[in-house]
């Protein structure tokens, strides 16, 4: 999870990701900034974010980010 | 038939009174049978397109879903014993399989709709490059005629079935329903591109008469014929004048076009979407916004999530992230990582990806150079915006004016003329023209001609002036009202005598106010023909 924070923070130092969990709906979040992310997350936790995942449920919150990444380990 | 036809409002009515006095489990069927009725009249041998399309849609859902089952009873009763890696194995072949029954679907239906459309625009091209090597030999055009809404209903057809294979729902196994789906007539022409799991809830649900949505609804269709007729096709005549006659309107009569298209563009367009949401508000039916004040965006990007909202999603969820998340690309931007440093890494899959959209917007739009060069002018623009980011958060670090009222509104008209300056390339007739015409802003401006009688040359009277004056006012009253949330609930909440002196003025204005009669042209929606 700490690491999840770090990535969210290198594109957003500003934002507090510990407690935010309205990325997408508050727009602090852009397609480029998802995309750099899952370009990132693949590397970090090598695991592939398939674009049927890209739904704010998923993007709200550095929490949200994790448990995603843990489902589709786990269903690897 | 045209939405604004006496015809339509015929049927229209018709449509209405017979699905609220028919047993309510046969609504849906209904609907299918007047969508088809209403496809009927661009012409019956339109229907084969459709039905290829439902039909291919149907059979390839089934074929995935009918994997789908196979893989989970698989994997349920083996469990126990299968190891993981066999486990991967066998989920990496039965996603094989799927892909290529989900590729067969695409280029069947992309397939057609490509022949149909873009033959012409190919043929053209090489006929082109032909000329340029002194060859004699010239392809005769096909001339296909274009089923009506084929680049609508094809793109919310093929949006389904990506969704299927992304098993985001299961596929409809009632094929009439999905038939529906494809061919729901008020949105079969110009949009909005649905999707399945919006619109199935209240599409094939049993709806009893409700007086607030058959009031809302017509309330949405009269305001929709007002956009149309008093001001898409007022403006209409000036913009053909003002197009059609390269010699005698340059300069500022240029940008008096821009402008009067932009407005016409957005009144026609909108004014579709309205009626349609009418109509299906009207049967009970939730159909998605396609709009959310575009003219009010302070950027391009800002501009491009708030006009055709419908297209702009489908883009992004089935080419944008498909095409910068894939594992290629994820790759490529490593390789670029590693080669260029982070930032041209980063940037690699967007841009990328980026291109790809906008390429597909401008030729979805049309078979033309002119709308490519629209969509990727528009990219180009989106582009450095992104690349200039760093400079505008300096610029708002060193000067507070961010906030201001002046500096919101700055990027509010710079937006909309920038915007409205790319669409000229859906007017002039190429690409070369459009460039030329916008050369003559700055080497023949002259301001005065307009003053000195140049606006009552362009088919519009004092009076057609001052409707258009009226309406950008309601216009831009209604728009600004909306902000704060809906107008009509707004209404609804008045007393009675305000509510129905409303509904009488929105429909004087129109029966009063819409360009009709003699020099006027019932003119079809400018997304029809996309």
């Known amino acids: ?76 | 038939m045209l939405f604004t036809s006496y015809h339509f409002i015929l049927f229209l009515v018709l449509v209405f009174v017979i699905y609220y006095l028919i047993p309510k489990k046969f609504q849906w069927m209904f609907l299918l049978f007047v969508s088809y009725v209403f496809y009927s009249f661009a012409g019956i041998k339109y229907f084969v397109y459709i039905l290829a399309t439902t039909l291919s849609t149907y059979i390839i859902s089934g074929k995935l879903n009918k994997l789908q089952v196979i893989q989970s009873n698989f994997l349920k009763e083996n469990k126990e014993t299968i190891s993981k890696e066999d486990r991967k194995a066998y989920k990496a072949t039965i996603k094989l399989k799927r892909w290529k029954w989900l590729l067969l679907c695409l280029i069947l239906n992309f397939g057609l709709l490509g022949v149909l459309k873009y033959t012409d625009f190919m043929i053209s091209n090489l006929n082109s490059i032909f000329r340029m090597v002194n060859t004699k030999e010239q392809i005769s055009f096909f001339r296909f005629a274009l089923p009506m809404g084929i680049s609508f209903y094809i793109f919310q057809t093929m949006g389904y079935i990506i969704d299927v294979y992304r098993e985001k729902y299961p596929p409809e196994k009632n094929i009439f329903k999905l038939a529906l789906f494809i061919s729901f007539f008020p949105q079969l022409i110009q949009g909005p591109i649905s999707r399945f799991d919006d619109l199935k809830e209240t599409m094939f649900e049993e709806h009893a008469y409700s007086h607030r949505n058959v009031s809302f609804g017509i309330q949405r269709i009269l305001w929709g014929f007002f956009k149309k007729l008093v001001i898409a096709d007022r403006l209409l005549i000036a913009v053909n004048i003002l197009k059609g006659n390269l010699e005698d309107y340059q300069g500022i009569y240029v940008v008096l076009l821009i402008f009067f298209y932009a407005i016409e563009l957005y009144a026609d367009f909108t004014g579709g979407i309205d009626i349609t949401i009418g109509i299906a508000q009207v049967l009970g039916i939730r159909v998605k916004e396609n709009f959310e004040r575009p003219f009010f965006s302070k950027s391009i990007t800002e501009y491009w999530r708030r006009w055709h909202i419908t297209l702009g999603t489908w883009f992004k969820e089935y080419l944008f992230y498909p095409i910068s998340i894939c594992k290629p690309m994820l790759n490529l931007s490593k390789a670029c990582r590693a080669r260029f440093g982070d930032q041209i890494g980063k940037r690699f899959p967007v841009y990328i990806a980026t291109i790809v959209v906008w390429f597909t917007t401008g030729f979805w739009h049309g078979a033309s150079w002119n709308f490519i060069v629209w969509g990727l002018l528009n990219c180009l623009v989106i582009i450095i915006s992104q690349e200039c980011s760093p400079l505008y958060a300096k610029f708002h670090a060193r000067f507070h004016v961010g906030h201001t009222f002046y500096y919101r509104l700055f990027q509010i008209l710079r937006t909309f003329w920038l915007m409205s300056f790319l669409r000229t390339f859906d007017l002039y007739r190429n690409v070369g023209t459009t460039f030329r015409m916008f050369g003559t802003i700055v080497t023949k401006l002259n301001i005065n001609v307009l003053f000195q009688g140049g606006l009552m040359k362009l088919g519009l009277t004092l009076s057609d002036y001052l409707i258009l004056l009226f309406s950008g006012v309601v216009l831009l009253t209604v728009s600004l009202v909306q902000r704060s949330g809906s107008v009509r609930v707004k209404l609804a909440a008045k007393p009675m005598v305000v509510i129905y002196a409303t509904y009488f003025a929105l429909f004087l204005s129109v029966l009063l106010l819409g360009a009709y009669g003699i020099g006027y042209d019932a003119s079809q929606f400018i997304y029809n023909q996309f």
């Not at chain 1, 704010?56 to 448990?67: I, M, Q």
Request: overall charge negative.
């Open chain 1, 1 to 76: 999870m700490d690491r999840m924070i770090e990535i969210l923070k290198g594109l957003h130092p500003e934002v507090d990701f510990e407690s935010c969990n309205t990325l997408i709906e508050n727009k602090i979040l852009d397609s480029f900034d998802i995309v750099s992310l899952i370009s990132e997350i693949s590397d970090e936790y090598d695991v592939v974010i398939p674009a049927v995942e890209i739904i704010p449920e998923n993007f709200n919150s550095a929490k949200a980010l994790y448990e995603l990444v843990e489902r589709l380990l786990e269903d690897e």
